[in-house]
């Protein structure tokens, strides 16, 4: 019986991560007008480009977000951010803001404001 709930709760697992990589793949490609499986396979200059297109549209549904604006998603934020996630750690880069990861921000993941 042990084996059949391991293979039940891979399944689950493998459900979840593929139902979070469609909804990355949704909504970059519906904010961005770009594919996101190409991104990961295209040069570090296009990612790069990506990324920071990504981080504009985060901030932008963010203040939405702040402004309590009646298009905002907390749904397609996530999935943003998610995809934001991946394309960093595809890309190798452990930087943020031109800061190492474990300088950005305190254990908690708080960052100080400026």
Do not use: T
Not at 29 to 51: K, M, Q, T, V, Y
Not at 61 to 69: F, I, N, P, T, W
């Amino acid at each position: 019986m042990g084996k059949l709930e391991d293979e039940a709760r891979a399944f689950e697992d493998e459900k979840r991560e593929w139902i979070e990589e469609a909804r990355q793949l949704a909504a970059v490609s519906l904010l961005c007008g770009a594919d996101l499986s190409a991104a990961f396979a295209a040069g570090p200059s296009e990612r790069a480009a990506l990324i920071l297109r990504l981080e504009r549209i985060i901030e932008r549904e963010r203040l939405k977000g702040a402004r309590r604006h009646w298009s905002y998603d907390l749904n397609r934020h996530i999935a943003l951010k998610q995809a934001l996630d991946r394309l960093r750690d595809r890309d190798g880069a452990s930087a943020r803001n031109g800061y190492p990861r474990e300088q950005a921000g305190k254990k908690n993941g708080a960052r100080r404001r400026r």
